[in-house]
């Protein structure tokens, strides 16, 4: 689904605002979070998960830097954790068949390349949470 579709236009983002502003402060990051990840699913379902679990990995990061907000050492820590992991997926999705299309080369092997499609949003999800 894209912004200027008909079904955002007229469904989607009517019921997200609707929503959103019925409900109590204390639940709007929660329809937020909903709505986005509806709203990611619609176009690319394959890699919700994956998108679960990187938001989810960087939320636990970032209320430890919060718990240990004294210590710099630690808070550095779990940034560079966060910033890994999710480099290791972008990396993942980005090189993987190419690492294996050059040990097939190298190694004269025929190793199937995976065909793994870049997820919609994992770059400039990474590209604007860092920045």
């Known amino acids: 689904m894209v912004f200027s579709s008909i079904p955002f236009l007229f469904f989607f ?3 997200f605002l609707i929503f959103y502003y019925i409900m109590p402060k204390r639940w ?13 699913a619609w176009g690319e379902p394959v890699y919700i998960l994956l998108m679960i679990f990187a ?11 919060t718990k ?12 560079l954790f966060s910033v890994f992991i999710n480099l290791s997926m972008l990396g993942f999705f980005k090189y993987a068949d190419f ?12 190793i199937k390349p995976l065909g793994l499609g870049l997820p919609i949003g ?3 999800e990474l590209q604007h949470r860092f920045i």
């Not at 938001?55 to 830097?65: Q, T, W």
């Not at 690492?99 to 025929?110: A, V």
């Open 13 to 15: 983002f009517p019921v």
């Open 28 to 40: 709007k990051n929660y329809i937020l979070l909903f709505f986005s990840l509806v709203f990611y």
């Open 55 to 65: 938001s989810a990995v960087d939320y636990g990061n970032g209320l430890l830097m």
């Open 68 to 79: 240990f907000g004294d210590t710099k050492k630690k808070r550095k820590i779990f940034l």
């Open 99 to 110: 690492f294996i299309e050059t040990i097939n080369q190298i190694g004269n092997l025929s």
């Open 122 to 124: 994992i770059s400039y």
